[in-house]
């Protein structure tokens, strides 16, 4: 369903379906971008990202960007964009107590928020809140009170992956010097984000690590470190999640779904599918 | 066997009444007496298949903690905030999902439960 819907605190949310290519422009405002069914492609600079249903993109307010879709491909996408009124509002009820908040000086301090521009995992509680919502609005909801609880809810969600994924994971890492944690991570975060891209692409680690703007070594090294994978891996899980979505919601046969998803041989595929769900990929499509 | 009530007290039995049916939606379908000469009002929802007993406590002060399943915490938290429920917890997420809780002029909990799957792959 398609519809763009302004909120009366400048919030704004677009809903889109089918497939087409937006030329250059830029976000007037923190925005999340979702796509429910299929995939869309973003252009950002030098990088070329593609959104699936089990992530989404965060842009920050300013960046020019142009999205593209497959052609013919049925795409189903969500964005909310949040105002910065909102958005302040937001920090200062987590930030400041109940008398900082009603005192004079209260509101001199202005937010320039800048978030890592990156794919984050589309999961658990953010999915539910955006999934409802979404509901809501197809279903012409009106309440405007109610659309900007879940919109609060939604930025509690995305504060929470934040920490998980950039904070904690920065952590993670061994150096000392917390900018150089904070680069090296922004780098792997680049890593990341091709793999989630092009999973069904042959990727050398050179390619990955040119893209990160790391040596090998020291991209193998801290890309363990952060995620706990290495990016073989890490490709290997990610193309397998990506398999079960294809298997659930297609009919397209196993033996495609292979190659769909970047693997070669459908056999090392089943293996490696019974391996890590214990169920085969047939089994899996007939109980899913 | 199957869960079918849930006793609650209340010095105040109109008020109690009043909130259940005005603000939780529930109706009154009939009266019940268990103990003698202690008469219990039973009240329905049609969106749950328990009943609530209403009883005058008569010097009991037991309360009850009642968690009730939601698809969607945050819209029947606004539903129910906006009929005048004053909730003491407003949704937060716990590891079995997201929760609020309010309190009936009795004291006693409800909470609305959205139970989560956290695992699904």
Known sequence: ??????????????????GQRQGPQYTSDLSLRFVLNGNERYDIGRRHLSIYPDSFLILNRGTQYSTDTD?????????INFDQQFLQDFKDCWTFDNDTLLSKGYGNGKL??????TIYPFAGDIKYNVCHLKQHLDNGMQDEMLINEYLHHTLINYFHIYN???CKKAEKLDFLNQGTR????????????????????NISLEDLAEHACLSVNHLLRTFKQAFGLTPHQFLIQLRLKRSLMLLKDTRYPVNEVVGMVGFECPS???RLFRTHYKITPLKYRQSA | MKLKYIPVYTADFEGQIDFYTQKLGFKVTGTMTFYEGKES?????DKLNVAL?????????????IIINTADCLNDYHVLRTAGVFFCKSPAYLPAGLAAEFLDPAGNKFMLLEERNYNEQ
């Open chain 1, 112 to 117: 320039q928020p800048e978030f890592n521009e």
């Open chain 1, 71 to 79: 052609l013919g491909q049925q795409v189903q996408s969500f964005a």
């Open chain 2, 41 to 45: 009002t039973v009240i329905q929802s």
């Open chain 1, 268 to 270: 090392s595929f089943i």
């Open chain 1, 1 to 18: 369903m398609d519809y763009s819907k302004v909120l009366r605190n400048n919030n704004k949310i677009v809903s889109r379906t089918g």
């Open chain 1, 182 to 201: 904070v680069e090296i991570l922004r780098r792997l975060n680049l890593a990341k984000e091709y793999l989630y891209s092009n999973y069904n692409q």
């Open chain 2, 53 to 65: 007993l209403v009883t005058n406590n008569d010097g009991n002060s037991d309360k009850s903690n």
């Open chain 1, 164 to 166: 998980d994924e950039i």
